[in-house]
């Protein structure tokens, strides 16, 4: 079975610093894919960013940028200049390549960006 | 825009009262998929239709079942809700069950049990 662990319940981070958030995950697949979502107040839940396992290079959307550690099964989010709309609950999820659309999440963290 | 949208936005029912709760798509997506995410835990995959076939999760309790009458819409039918099963229901849609499918979630309906 896969878990994903967020061991941060809660971060805040002041306006246009850098903040980073901790995901681990546990499988024993090797064709996986892994997801950071965000879920801002009372809205739905939208994709960030997406990591394929089998690529080493670290996927980057904009401000948002991810520190894949294949071996450690830790997948980070990193998010640079942070905005208040960046105010959100955040999910790691994972996917194996034959979980047919199933998303497995963490507990996730609540991020609350302070002006 | 396109989108997925979840009625009612909040739900009360009564323990044991039947209670279905709505998703339609303006994707036009193959996938459509309930997700039940308890106070401060993960979203937990209930079920979900592609096109017209259902796919269970083995851990889903009898009391949900689904319908999905046509490609848009697609219900989640509680037939005796408990006090546990208060919980905000997602509803999610993907073109297809790949990985590479990004999946568009609703806002949620928040379910609570009286």
């Known amino acids: 079975a896969q878990t994903v662990t967020q061991s941060q319940p809660e971060m805040s981070v002041q306006e246009a610093e850098t903040v980073t958030l901790s995901c681990t995950y546990d499988?024993?697949?090797?064709?996986?894919?892994l997801f950071w979502y965000k879920q801002p107040p009372s809205r739905q839940m939208i994709l960030v960013i997406r990591?394929?396992?089998?690529?080493?290079q670290n996927a980057t959307e904009n401000r948002f940028s991810v520190n894949f550690q294949k071996a450690a099964k830790s997948f980070s989010l990193k998010i640079s200049d942070s905005q208040l709309g960046d105010t959100a609950m955040y999910f790691c999820a994972f996917m194996t390549g034959t979980s047919y659309g199933k998303l497995t999440f963490g507990q996730g963290t609540i991020l609350t960006v302070h002006p | 825009d396109a989108m997925v949208i979840q009625n009612p936005r909040y739900q009360v029912t009564q323990f044991g009262k039947p209670v279905t709760l709505s998703c339609s798509q303006t994707?036009?997506?193959?996938?459509m998929y309930w997700y039940q995410q308890k106070s401060s835990q993960a979203p937990k995959l209930l079920f979900h239709?592609?096109?017209?076939?259902?796919?269970n999760e083995a851990d889903t309790p009898d009391n949900f079942q689904s319908r999905r009458p046509n490609t848009s819409f697609c219900f989640l039918d509680i037939r005796s809700p408990g006090l546990g099963d208060a919980a905000m229901y997602l509803c999610?849609?993907?073109?297809?069950?790949?990985?590479?499918?990004?999946?568009?979630f609703g806002p949620g309906t928040r379910l609570t049990v009286l």
């Open positions: 499988t024993s697949e090797n064709n996986y894919y």
């Open positions: 994707l036009n997506h193959n996938v």
């Open positions: 999610a849609t993907s073109e297809g069950l790949a990985s590479t499918d990004t999946q568009y």
């Open positions: 990591q394929e396992a089998y690529k080493q």
């Open positions: 239709y592609y096109d017209k076939d259902f796919n």
